[in-house]
């Protein structure tokens, strides 16, 4: 049986027709409501947005702090701003929870205005977008200065400079209002506006400029998630399907076993960066697991140099043994010779080796799926990386591998890989010029975490602040965990934790090149620990339809937002925002059912009531014991007139419907997907029409005479876990349907 995501239960309490619709929502990952109520309460109600995905210096503007550091994973609301920074390596995905993706290039700024999925308005103010807009989605509209970009499809960039603004559309088409008037830009074109006259000129886009790393990273980035990519089709690489293991798949085995097939015989193939044998169009990889999650990445590339990717999501399940461990803390410093890498000894009592790993773009890199550049053992707990460039900076991790292939790894340093002169050594620790001033340091404990306020004396701070924590004293940058605050003027911020832990704090001024010139003294605290509330309790059960998880009203507390379903295969002290969440509830809305638990596996569960501080429920453990079935087939039914077919079937009513596939085929009497290709995907459950003139379409790469000879169609409902059912075929032979 396949296993499915997760996807949530979407309640609906009606508060009376004459009151008008008094509905609270929120849903995780698409919807999966019928399409006539899912119409309504895009009306009404805004999404969830995360930022999913972030490198090299992106910040969030949340309220009265201004421009902070900001974690991956961090929930984003109306009125919010993420900006990245001018490192050229710098980037951020904005995921919303119907579907749509917002990713930023580097020195790109943007508000999310209004987050109601029937008319959102994201405000750009400078860099590049890109936009991939969900099918099911309402208006969407970019705006930046007087200029006002809607989404009449899918997907299509905005880049600014200070005297223009281009607007490229990748797939469909875009509506482009500035000043008085305005333009509809079809798939292939590119409008320039003029910032100060308003002018709008149209032309084709350069497809030159499709190759550049920016529209490359976005189109390898759709390759995950959609087989249409517009105009880039031509530069997406490969077909490549992974065949096993599925998504969501749970091992208790230190390795698993990846195998597909790829379209292009002669392409090259990685599996999590390791080359695979392309073997007459098919590929056999085994990939050791780390405990917990792993991200297995398969990427086919052409001779052309087109890569497709595609990703699959692993659980190694394994208990873990007690150990008296202690957590590796990396340290590392730039010398003249490269980057010097230290770190404590581990005490495992399983160990067998570390390896020191290293990645120019992954600041969340990892033993085994980054590689290694480095295998040491007990008693070498330090490395030297020779092979670097001192214009480049690196993310730096080293992970102890233990019996059982378990892996654990240390905190992240990013280093540049060289320098270009001596620079003294300053007081108190740090690296670069000495100096005469100081900074004091107080750490005290809050509901949300740790309050740092510091002073400032004789000091000139021009490149802000690294604040830098660790369980050790004297934690130093880099090496230890850190947040950035840029704004030299800041004199304190809230280092947000919940886990109970005492740390050690310093704060130091940063130099702007990679460096601390001095800190402050050594503060430490105790974070608070979320524990279970009396007013907050929380029942489950295991049921065919999937877990049910009830709780009682806790909206009562102060500044109450919202509520927070959290799941881990593994934590039994899981939390909210520590370990994430699966769902999002507001007032009345105290449950939700779990569809996506996979039959036979054990799941803790916890509520958080998120508002001025946090609250969590009891913790619960349940295993799921729902089917996964795979979608139920759709009726399909045809005409044929004057050239083209027009195809009608029923609505799907798959609860995490993720899109239907056209499927023709002039040699397949009962044509299916992915074996016999599509004309065309839509993500829409709502539509159900398709008109075929027999052009090219999808895998369908020439014209076709639809008046003479036999042609089969079917539609195939895809669900969320890759699972296919295909409908009945409907047959067009010599212009009559059968």
Not at 129 to 139: A, E, F, I, L, N
Not at 246 to 262: C, L, P, Q, S
């Amino acid at each position: 049986m396949h296993k499915k995501a997760v996807f949530p239960m979407i309640g609906i309490f009606a508060a009376g027709i004459a009151l008008g619709w008094g509905v609270y929502w929120y849903m995780q990952n698409q919807e999966i409501i019928q399409p006539n109520i899912a119409t309504v309460m895009r009306r009404q109600h805004s999404v969830a947005a995360t930022l999913a995905y972030q490198q090299d210096g992106v910040e969030v503007n949340q309220g009265d702090e201004g421009w902070q550091p900001v974690e991956t994973d961090t929930v984003l609301h109306d009125g919010d701003g993420i900006r990245t920074s001018a490192a050229r390596t710098s980037r951020a995905i904005i995921l919303l929870e119907n579907g749509t993706v917002i990713r930023l290039g580097y020195e790109t700024e943007v508000f999310l205005t209004d987050l109601r999925s029937s008319n959102m308005i994201i405000m750009q103010s400078s860099g590049a977008t890109y936009s991939r807009v969900h099918k099911g989605q309402g208006v969407y509209t970019l705006k930046t200065d007087d200029v006002a970009i809607k989404a009449l499809g899918t997907a299509f960039d905005v880049v600014m400079d200070e005297t223009t603004i281009d607007v490229s559309v990748l797939e469909s088409r875009v509506a482009v209002r500035a000043g008085d008037s305005e333009q509809e830009v079809g798939q292939g074109d590119a409008a320039t506006i003029d910032k100060e006259s308003q002018d709008v000129s149209i032309l084709k886009i350069d497809t030159e400029k499709l190759k550049n790393e920016w529209y490359t990273w976005n189109k390898e980035e759709d390759t995950k998630v959609t087989d249409d990519l517009g105009i880039m089709q031509e530069y997406a690489g490969p077909e490549l399907t992974i065949q096993s293991p599925e998504d969501g798949y749970t091992t208790t085995e230190g390795t698993v076993t990846v195998t597909g097939t790829v379209a292009d015989q002669s392409a090259i193939l990685t599996v999590n960066g390791e080359a695979a044998e392309n073997a007459d169009g098919t590929f056999t990889k085994p990939i050791l697991l780390s405990a917990g999650k792993n991200t297995i990445t398969v990427v086919a590339e052409d001779a052309n140099g087109n890569r497709r990717v595609q990703e699959v999501k692993v659980i190694y399940d394994i208990e873990v043994p007690l150990t008296t461990a202690t957590p590796l803390v990396l340290y590392a410093e730039t010398k003249q010779d490269g980057v010097h890498l230290q770190w404590n000894a581990s005490t495992s009592q399983s160990f067998q080796y570390y390896k020191v790993v290293r990645s120019e773009t992954n600041a969340d890199l990892k033993f085994p799926a980054d590689g290694y550049i480095a295998k040491t053992d007990a008693g070498s707990e330090a490395y030297t990386d020779t092979d670097v460039q001192a214009a480049i900076s690196y993310y730096y991790r080293v992970c102890e591998v233990m019996e059982g292939n378990i892996v654990f790894c240390s905190n992240v340093a990013y280093m540049k890989g060289g320098i270009t002169e001596d620079s003294p050594p300053a007081e108190n620790g740090g690296t670069g010029s000495a100096n005469t001033g100081s900074m004091t340091l107080s750490a005290i404990a809050e509901s949300t975490g740790i309050r740092l306020s510091w002073t400032v004396s004789d000091l000139t701070i021009e490149h802000g602040f690294k604040l830098v924590r660790s369980e050790a004293a004297n934690p130093a940058y880099p090496g230890s965990d850190f947040q950035y605050i840029t704004d030299s003027t800041a004199r304190s911020y809230t280092w947000l934790m919940t886990d109970g832990k005492t740390y050690h704090f310093r704060v130091c001024q940063y130099s702007g090149d990679g460096a601390c010139i001095s800190y402050s003294n050594d503060a430490t605290a105790t974070a608070p620990a979320v524990s279970a509330d009396a007013s907050l309790l929380m029942t489950l059960k295991a049921e065919d339809s999937g877990v049910g998880i009830w709780w009682t009203d806790a909206s009562s507390i102060t500044g109450f937002k919202y509520y927070k379903v959290v799941r881990s295969e593994t934590n039994a002290d899981l939390r909210y925002p520590d370990d994430g969440y699966i769902a999002v509830k507001s007032k009345g809305e105290e449950s939700h059912r779990d569809y996506g638990a996979i039959k036979g596996t054990a799941y803790y569960y916890r509520i958080c009531a998120v508002g001025d501080e946090t609250i969590c429920s009891n913790v619960a453990r349940v295993t799921a014991i729902n089917e996964n079935e795979p979608p139920t087939a759709v009726s399909l039914s045809a005409t044929y007139d004057d050239g083209t077919v027009e195809l009608t079937w029923a609505a799907s009513l798959e609860r995490d419907f993720s899109y239907y596939k056209v499927v023709w085929s002039q040699t397949n009497a009962s044509p299916k997907y992915p074996a016999d290709g599509y004309l065309a995907p839509i993500g829409d459950a709502s539509t159900t029409t398709y008109a075929d003139t027999g052009n090219a379409a999808g895998s369908r790469t020439a014209a076709v005479n639809l008046e003479s000879g036999t042609h089969y169609y079917s539609v195939c409902v895809v669900d969320s876990a890759s699972q296919v059912t295909c409908s009945n075929t409907v047959t067009l032979k010599n212009g009559v349907i059968q």
